[in-house]
């Protein structure tokens, strides 16, 4: 797909399906996430580009709200019999709350479902970023809703939690780090934490992460002799490339290579 009046996306493949249908209708499971507030019908889109690590992290909201612009549907649903708070996406706790919330208008669904789960609109980026781009309706006085009393249905959930230090047992040096990295890195260490792995990764020492453009660590030396030291991300291994002392997973984000590679260092399955 051509889009000559992009500022990020200029070129993008898609699935040929979407050129054909009369009808695209966006379904979203109402949840926290770490790099936005919910993940919800406009957030959505993320998933139907196939290259979209070759875009910085920084980058995404815009390349989303350029695609929703051209591919706007026509109906947007919440699949909100059971939704998804704490850390989300990929360690959420199910909380029942048995609606569906649907409409003509991306933005002004997510702004909605937004406020029933107890968040405020300023917050949500992917959606702000689609109405700035000239899709929907961001401001939620504006936004007309049908159906039942949205009040009687507001609870305020449990937000993704973004800190790392102090949280898990492993050292950090932390750079600035974008949303992929963080996201994936968050969602491998949670992971550890619900499996019950950190005794398994800490009985051979304290493992050392470093992460982000610039990541400098001061005990570098210190560290490396407390256990393995994990170097995530092509930004941040620039500043270790000469060190043969610490074990690399590379890409930009690595994705699913930073929880494989930390348990297969660890001979954990």
């Known amino acids: 797909m051509g889009n000559k009046n992009g500022k990020v996306l200029r070129n993008v493949l898609l699935p040929q399906i979407l050129t054909k249908v009369d009808v695209i209708i966006s379904l979203a499971k109402a949840k926290t996430h770490v790099i936005d507030a919910i993940t919800g019908c406009v957030k959505n889109w993320v998933g139907i580009l196939p290259q979209r690590l070759e875009f910085h992290q920084k980058q995404i909201y815009q390349v989303v709200a350029e695609f929703v612009y051209n591919f ?77 009393n949205i009040e009687s249905f507001r609870r305020r959930v449990f937000r993704a939690n973004p800190l790392l230090y102090n949280r898990y047992p492993c050292n950090f040096a932390i750079g600035a780090i974008c949303e992929g990295c963080l996201f994936w890195l968050l969602g491998a260490l949670e992971g550890f934490t619900r499996l019950n792995l950190w005794a398994d990764i800490t009985a051979k020492g304290t493992p050392t992460i470093a992460v982000g453009y610039n990541a400098y660590d001061s005990y570098f030396n210190e560290h490396l002799h407390q256990g393995t030291y994990f170097i995530v991300g092509d930004c941040t291994i620039a500043n270790w490339k000469h060190s043969g002392k610490v074990i690399k997973i590379p890409g930009c984000c690595p994705g699913e290579a930073i929880r494989s590679v930390i348990l297969s260092e660890y001979e954990i399955n």
Request: charged share 25%.
């Open 72 to 148: 706007t549907p026509s109906l947007s649903v919440f699949h909100a019999l059971v939704i998804g708070e704490g850390e989300g996406p990929n360690h959420v706790i199910p909380q029942k709350r048995g609606l569906i919330v649907a409409g003509d208008d991306p933005v002004a669904t997510d702004v909605i479902m937004a406020d029933l789960m107890g968040i405020d609109s300023d917050e949500l980026l992917f959606p702000r970023a689609a109405w700035m781009q000239g899709t929907g309706n961001f401001l939620k006085e504006r936004i007309e809703v049908k159906g039942e």
